[in-house]
């Protein structure tokens, strides 16, 4: 096998195991060269840009509104929002109060 095709089965191979290590899903698993695309739908385009040893570079084209992440971005942001979730209604109103009074205080100068 070519190099640059072992490396892209290495990478496709971690990548679905990432994805669905908590889920048991059937995975589609695609073999691109360098230079090759892949669609999700209509408006999502991934191309591989470079591939050297087990890294291959993607370029991703996709909507301002689509998020796309790096897998470890994706927990650290989960988790965040998760925390802040749990932040209490009366922490939330006197944290409100201390941006009210400073705001009031920034508008009488």
């Known amino acids: 096998m070519l190099p640059f095709l072992q490396a ?11 994805l669905f290590r908590e889920r048991i899903h059937e995975v589609l698993i695609l073999t691109r060269k360098l230079g090759e695309n892949i669609r999700i739908g209509d408006r999502i385009k991934v191309i591989i840009l470079d591939i050297k040893g087990g890294q291959v570079k993607l370029g991703i084209d996709a909507p301002p509104n689509v998020a796309v992440h790096r897998e470890e971005i994706y927990e650290r942001i989960r988790d965040e929002n998760r925390r802040a979730a749990g ?19 920034a508008g009488e100068a």
């Open 8 to 18: 892209l089965s290495v990478v496709a191979a971690r990548v679905a195991f990432m």
């Open 87 to 105: 932040i209490s209604s009366k922490t939330l109103k006197e944290v409100a109060q201390i941006f009210n009074k400073g705001k009031r205080r």
